[in-house]
């Protein structure tokens, strides 16, 4: 153990000696290297984590620069997966920590695998379909992990501890639907927001590994940092109350693959159509006012049509225009790409649900 690296982390009480031991022996899983992302895994890689594996499919853009703390603009010229990026950077802060970049789309083909070994598993991510995934792969393999959320100036944090517990099942039965929910590409972010929510999962994460799971109070907490609201919520009577059928039947919606949203690649189109879940529960024309921020829009009684400002990689790797074309019923079809997974992550970041 590097004692001079962690001296001033050994000395709070919580920590010590045994403590910083059990952090160097952790494994955690962290699900999307976004702007939340990027502060967790700094705060753990320099708390001395043994290991922190990355999961995220993007690439690097100029627009993640205002709060992607880990990323610089030499980033975005190189056209690097965040992942990659991410683990490079980290790399220079704490050569111990064993980092583990994966540039892949998590889902229920590949995430069970990722998850198997580690001793915690963290979202980073920016929608609902990937949290009840990672919230059945956890039960199933009883991981605890954090759920984690910032919009605006507002998010909120949850730890999900196994056998000690709600889960997020248990807290909201089913997904929200698409257009019910903020999007941080329609309602934009705060920085600072990033930062104290991200700060205060990192110090769950590292209690958790340092005292276990079983010490943990389930709690939700509630942050607003523009109106300077915090707030706590007891959620430990949700796991009764709620009778959520993945606590006490064992149902694996998401883990199965039943949860996802169906997607279907247009032969000759260069276009993906998302058939969601859920239908749309917002109407159109309000669904067209909230995206005026994020592009081009045009709204009809049939659909509304956004282009959006920032663009996409296409699939020879250059960057071109998507199109996003949502009906009444939620279903959409994103053009510009045949890649299924970067419409499902433009209709989560657009759209949401």
């Not at 220079?92 to 001793?119: H, R």
């Not at 598993?121 to 393999?141: H, P």
């Not at 501890?161 to 257009?179: D, E, K, V």
């Not at 010490?215 to 109106?227: A, N, Y």
């Amino acid at each position: 153990m590097d004692r001079q690296r962690y001296q001033k982390q050994m000395l709070f009480s919580g920590i010590g000696s045994e403590g910083q031991q059990s952090l160097q022996q952790a494994r955690v899983l962290l699900v999307g290297c976004g702007a939340l992302g990027c502060v967790v895994a700094d705060l753990l890689v320099r708390a001395g984590v043994g290991l922190l594996r990355i999961v995220d499919r993007d690439f690097v853009e100029l627009s993640n620069l205002q709060r992607q703390s880990l990323f610089t603009e030499a980033d975005v010229r190189d056209h690097l997966p965040k992942a990659v990026a991410a683990s490079a950077r980290l790399g220079q802060v704490n050569s111990t920590v064993e980092v583990e970049p994966i540039v892949a789309d998590a889902d229920f083909s590949n995430l069970p695998g990722l998850a198997k070994d580690v001793s915690l598993i963290l979202d980073g991510t920016d929608n609902f379909e990937i949290r009840y995934l990672i919230n059945d792969v956890a039960l199933q393999q009883n991981t605890p992990w954090i759920f984690t959320g910032c919009t605006g100036s507002s998010g909120q944090i949850m730890p999900v501890l196994p056998g000690n517990g709600p889960c997020l099942r248990c807290l909201m039965p089913h997904a929200p639907p698409p257009g019910t929910t903020e999007t941080c590409d329609t309602a934009g972010v705060l920085g600072p927001a990033i930062g104290v929510i991200s700060s205060l999962q990192a110090a769950l994460a590292i209690r958790i590994l340092v005292q276990g799971p079983e010490k943990i109070v389930p709690r939700m907490t509630v942050v607003d940092v523009w109106e300077g609201h915090f707030r706590e919520v007891s959620v430990a009577h949700l796991t009764e109350q709620a009778q959520c059928p993945a606590c006490h039947e064992g149902e694996r919606l998401w883990l199965n693959g039943a949860g996802r949203s169906s997607t279907t690649t247009l032969c000759g189109r260069n276009a993906v159509q998302i058939s969601p879940a859920e239908p749309l529960k917002i109407p159109l024309p309000e669904l067209g006012r909230r995206l005026q921020a994020s592009g081009e829009v045009l709204t009809t009684r049939f659909l509304v049509r956004l282009t959006p400002s920032d663009p996409i990689k296409s699939d020879d790797d250059t960057e071109t225009t998507a199109e996003i074309t949502v009906f009444a019923d939620g279903r959409a079809i994103i053009r510009g790409t045949s890649d299924p997974a970067v419409a499902r992550t433009l209709y989560s970041r657009y759209i949401g649900g």
